[in-house]
């Protein structure tokens, strides 16, 4: 059994608290994704703006029980984002800040790409966007069609389409994924602004998560400086999808955390609004309680293994993700049946977590695909069956 210790623990309270000003707000942003706009002095918005800059460019953190907490750990970082998804997974993903783009640029970022990001982040708040997902490259991300190719001595041009990609058409800038060449050693990614000609953004309508405001962008020859191309100072094997892997592998125990919390806000919203349970009822939900406490171990392993970089991480974080999105789905039309025929409509809260937990789903890699690599973990010896 993970304990926290008293940091970790400190960070839970505050977050906790912090959430509680969300769930009042978690239907107008539902109903208007544009609501953010209106939100940004929200204690958690405002320290979701500079969350994960690093100690470096960032010199004035927020300070939790007389400690700066920088969200750069990944165990810290999922503490926080359950107790935040628990008020309001949508608030959270449609913050201003660098959390997606920011892992990448820190892995793949030159020193001078790291300042001119990280600056651009502390000015104001500002939202990125992560760009890897086309129209029809969905799961199988490594085939993108995206290219990029020489514009001249210091400059390329981007060519083609993304598709769901989260804040971007609210964003000044973000990270693009490319192919220079056929192969996988021919993806790259590139920072990009939002500004440059040739670039839209158009929001796609969609039922969950709907504060993330997810959209097809459109790369019509968008001109970028070589100087933003990432890794250009690494490997080949260590630039392009190694890269967008491994970033995506120290996200993934985040994007589990925000499946528990939306399973958790089900859980609480029966606890909170049904006065008397049956038998048979209060059975269920205490084997809902149980699979909370189970899921929330497992998340804090994958956390903890990618702290530490286990050869497990990505595979255990895979785990958490595949369970995390089944749990939350399960969770909330569980709680949605205990309301009765007219629950959708007489418990919009209720409604709206169940359509966000759909969301979790599809986003970082539907569940078949976190099988798959929890598969791969365990024929390579990674992964224990126990
Ligand atoms: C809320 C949300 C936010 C998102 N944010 C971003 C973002 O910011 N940036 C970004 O780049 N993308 C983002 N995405 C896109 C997300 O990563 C993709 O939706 C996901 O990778 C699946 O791709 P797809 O939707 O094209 O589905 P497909 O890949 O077409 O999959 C359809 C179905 O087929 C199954 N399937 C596919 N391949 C296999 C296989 N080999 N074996 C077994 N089953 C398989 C899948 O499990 C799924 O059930 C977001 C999506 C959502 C819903």
Not at 168 to 197: H, K, Q
Request: some cysteine; proline content about 5%.
């Amino acid at each position: 059994m993970i304990e926290l210790d008293d940091r970790t623990l400190a960070i839970q309270r505050q977050a906790r608290a912090w959430a509680q000003e969300l769930k009042p707000l978690a239907l107008e942003l539902d109903q208007d994704p544009d609501a953010i706009h209106r939100h940004l002095d929200v204690a958690i918005v405002s320290y979701l703006t500079r969350m994960t800059v690093p100690p470096e460019f960032n010199p004035d953190p927020v300070v939790i029980d007389g400690r700066p907490f920088y969200g750069t750990g990944t165990l810290e970082r999922v503490v926080f984002a359950e107790e935040v998804a628990v008020g309001d997974a949508g608030m959270l993903l449609a913050a201003p800040g660098p959390v997606m783009s920011g892992v990448l640029v820190d892995a793949m970022g030159d020193e001078q790409q790291k300042k001119w990001f990280y600056s651009r982040i502390m000015e104001k708040p500002t939202w990125t966007f992560f760009a890897l997902t086309e129209p029809d490259r969905g799961s199988d991300a490594g085939a993108m069609d995206t290219t990029l190719t020489p514009d001249g001595d210091d400059h390329f041009v981007l060519r083609g389409a993304k598709r769901y990609i989260g804040n971007a058409a609210r964003a000044d800038l973000g990270i693009v994924f490319a192919r220079t060449r056929p192969g996988p050693l021919g993806v790259t990614a590139v920072l990009t602004e939002t500004s440059a000609a040739g670039f839209t953004a158009e929001p796609l309508e969609t039922i969950g998560l709907r504060g993330l405001r997810i959209t097809a962008v459109t790369l019509d020859d968008v001109r970028v400086p070589a100087g933003q191309v990432l890794g250009r100072h690494l490997r080949a094997t260590q630039r392009g999808m190694w890269s967008a892997v491994q970033g995506l592998n120290r996200l993934r125990p985040g994007v589990a955390a925000f499946g528990l919390g939306i399973a958790r806000a089900a859980y609480e919203y029966v606890l909170d609004n049904r006065r008397t349970l049956n038998t048979a009822e209060r059975h269920r939900l205490d084997r809902l309680g149980l699979r909370l406490t189970e899921l929330r171990q497992l998340i804090w392993r994958s956390a903890i293994a990618v702290d530490d970089n286990e050869p497990a991480a990505g595979h255990l974080a895979s785990a958490a993700k595949a369970r995390a999105s089944r749990l939350a789905e399960e969770a909330t039309l569980e709680a949605l049946g205990c309301f009765g025929p007219g629950a959708r409509l007489d418990h919009p809260l209720l409604d709206k977590l169940a359509r966000d937990a759909r969301g979790v789903e599809f986003m970082e890699g539907t569940g078949n695909i976190q099988k798959l690599n929890v598969f791969t973990g365990l024929v390579q010896g990674h992964l224990r069956r126990d």
